[in-house]
């Protein structure tokens, strides 16, 4: 058998045991079923009057119920044995791209790090991006992005007078106060952001899927073993139940 097909099977084995031994327990519990009794009269008289006699059957011994409960338990507990012994020499090598990854990883590890690697992909997958509207450049010195520098005029009211008319022989100059925008200043912007570039993300996501994969068939090739098959039942039921 391999550990696959073991593991395949268990469950259903499991559910079994449960039902025998559920079934065991009940019955211990009708003390009826283990009492039995034969009652006959004796007349002292010789021509006395006799009674019937009166008899109840045993139904059932304690000794068959050990029997019972042994029978529901022992393929359970031999399977469970030879699947927990065969995780323990399962073991399996992980590459991705033809590097290896991990080496004699147990099948019980590669289950655990499926789930973990769920995780990563779900934390990659939620980093920030840049944003697409801005062209960005990496900044070793500040170890961040940065946008390149963008200049604003920066302007400011102010209020001049100009002759509106000239002087003549008969008016005199007419004056008019007017408000105009003069240059003050330039800003000069440059915007910081520490999230990443839309491609490193996508890249770290391809890196977390393809050692998801590699994970998976590594757990496959291990499940995919031949198992030693364990019969611990025996033992432990012969100590327990000796006489």
């Known amino acids: 058998m391999k550990l696959n097909q073991l593991i395949a099977i268990l469950q259903s084995v499991k559910a079994n ?30 021509d006395g009057f006799v009674y019937p006699a009166e008899s109840q059957k045993l139904t059932l011994k304690a000794t068959e119920l050990v ?14 044995a030879t699947q927990d012994y065969a995780n323990t020499e399962a073991k399996a090598t992980v590459v991705v791209d033809g590097q290896t990854i991990l080496t004699d990883v147990p099948v019980s590890y590669l289950l655990f790090l499926e789930k973990q690697l769920q995780d990563v992909k779900t934390f990659v997958l939620s980093l920030p991006v840049l944003s697409i509207d801005k062209d960005w450049q990496r900044d070793p010195n500040r170890d961040c992005y940065v946008t390149i520098p963008k200049e604003t005029v920066k302007t ?32 000069s912007l440059v915007e910081f952001s520490g999230a990443l570039p839309q491609d490193r993300v996508n890249a ?30 025996g033992a432990i039921f012969g100590y327990l139940f000796a006489e």
């Open 156 to 187: 400011k009211k102010i209020t001049d007078f100009v002759v509106a008319y000239e002087a003549t022989e008969h008016h005199p100059a007419q004056i008019k106060e007017v408000t105009k925008d003069v240059i003050e200043g330039v800003w």
């Open 67 to 80: 029997e019972k409960f042994v029978q529901a338990s022992t393929e359970f507990l031999d399977l469970a």
């Open 204 to 233: 770290l996501t391809s890196r977390v899927e393809k050692l998801q994969k590699a994970v998976l068939q590594a757990r496959e090739e291990a499940n995919s073993r031949d198992v030693q098959q364990r019969q611990v039942a």
């Open 17 to 46: 045991a449960a039902k025998g031994k559920t079934e065991v327990y009940q019955l211990a519990q009708k003390s009826s079923l283990f009492q039995g009794l034969s009652r006959t009269y004796q007349s002292r008289e010789e």
